[in-house]
């Protein structure tokens, strides 16, 4: 059944656009309120956003559905997602709820749900949502409305169940670490751990005012943090997204390590210390085959799924795995978290880097990449369907045959397709490419 609002990740939108508004938002607390509505137990929802100026709109929009319906609701302010995961849990909620559109502008925003034990939710859970949406709901009555409060400790919280991950034999001592938080729900959290664990931050992207929020910071813009860590003789740099689920780095030298780099550090770790389960690695068809090729090397498999950390993670619990995540820096480390969290990753990569004692650019690269090209063009998915189309992906197909592959998806958060492909031939990438996003152009 095709979802009519849910994309990979939740709802997401612009802010008072034709899908992100403040009515549906309430429509979603008033859905999903019904469907957790279970037992005689007073009913508990807590939600979480990033800094987003929409986000005070969204938050009381939400309260008002979830109220409406019979749930108390917990507001805990600005919180990385994967925190909002944890107290969920910790807190005996009956769902979790994360105001966010991750490392899109400020102008959109999102919803992202989780169930009483801090997972995201199925596709079917997705669906009976929508179902609900489409019908309406009754509404409490009397005393049975929902009550609303907000908690100030959640932050310290969350600070402790991260360093908890980290090694009790060690500290961060003498570790310069510049930190970009993408003026996002981190700007708080992750200095104040880092600094804590002894390391000397310099922090980026910290100061949000509503609408600076991944705009010219993040994970998805390291050259801010790359320039930073050059400038000041930084060790390293640690970059989050706006909800703080992804990480990416660099080295003393600012060039940027990916996800696929870095789940190939901590898939070595586990390995050597015997933590790893299920014998593989999980990650999604975006990464690269260098990865897949290193894994292999060490007697492992590399699963492969579609793209989000939702089914990383379902493929995770189906095979038993720990750890997971994609190239774009969601990393799951399933012994602590539910989901994607970009500091708990962080921890797991300076942990490594403090043990090795050598410079992060001589231990954050593992292996050697093939050329990859990901290129986005903006355009209705339905032209995939073009003749012209069709033909075009059929030829590089052929073009690539037993020499690389190609991967073409349309996006679930954005109206655009994405055209991938990798090989070890770096000029036959490029043609494969470019023939693709001409003939998508052109439709």
Request: a negative charge; aromatic letters at 4%.
């Amino acid at each position: 059944m095709a979802k009519r609002y849910f994309g990979t990740d939740g709802i997401r939108g612009m802010a008072n656009g034709p899908k992100m508004t403040p009515e549906l938002a309430m429509k979603v607390g008033q859905a999903a309120g019904t469907l957790f509505l279970r037992g005689t137990h007073k009913h508990r929802v807590l939600i979480g956003k990033d800094t987003r100026l929409s986000g005070y709109m969204l938050e009381q929009a939400l309260t008002a559905g979830f109220t409406s319906v019979g749930m108390d609701v917990v507001q805990v302010g600005p919180m990385p997602t994967p925190a909002v995961a944890m107290l969920t849990r910790e807190m005996r909620a009956d769902i979790g709820v994360m105001l966010s559109a991750s490392h899109n502008p400020y102008l959109d925003n999102g919803i992202k749900l989780f169930g009483p034990d801090g997972f995201k939710l199925t596709d079917a859970q997705e669906e009976a949502i929508e179902a609900l949406l489409e019908k309406g709901v009754p509404l409490a009555a009397g005393a049975a409305i929902g009550r609303a409060r907000r908690i100030d400790d959640a932050r310290g919280r969350y600070i402790h169940a991260v360093k908890s991950s980290f090694p009790d034999d060690k500290r961060l001592d003498g570790l310069k670490i510049v930190l970009d938080c993408a003026n996002g729900a981190a700007y708080r959290v992750a200095p104040e751990a880092l600094w804590e664990l002894g390391a000397d931050i310099i922090p980026i992207g910290v100061e949000p005012d509503g609408t600076n929020i991944n705009d010219g910071v993040g994970s998805t813009h390291p050259e801010a943090m790359a320039r930073r860590v050059r400038e000041t003789g930084a060790h390293i740099g640690l970059a989050l997204d706006g909800d703080a689920d992804r990480l990416i780095v660099v080295d003393e030298t600012g060039r940027v390590i990916d996800g696929d780099q870095l789940m190939a550090l901590i898939t070595t770790a586990q390995l050597a210390s015997g933590r790893l389960r299920g014998g593989a690695l999980v990650a999604t068809v975006m990464s690269n085959m260098g990865l897949e090729r290193h894994v292999e090397a060490m007697g492992l498999k590399l699963l492969r799924t579609p793209v989000g950390d939702r089914h990383v993670l379902e493929a995770m619990r189906r095979h038993g795995c720990n750890l997971g995540g994609e190239q774009s820096g969601h990393i799951i480390l399933a012994d602590h978290a539910t989901t994607g969290d970009g500091l708990l990753a962080a921890l797991q990569i300076l942990s490594v880097l403090v043990e090795d004692g050598r410079p992060a650019s001589a231990v954050l690269s593992r292996f050697t990449p093939w050329p990859q090209l990901l290129q986005n063009v903006r355009k209705d998915p339905a032209v995939l369907d073009a003749a012209g189309v069709k033909a075009a992906l059929a030829d590089a197909e052929a073009m690539l045959a037993g020499r690389g592959r190609l991967l073409v998806r349309k996006s679930g958060t954005e109206p655009l397709i994405r055209v991938m492909a990798e090989a070890e031939d770096e000029a036959l990438v490029q043609m494969a490419v470019a023939a693709v996003c001409a003939a998508v152009e052109a439709a």
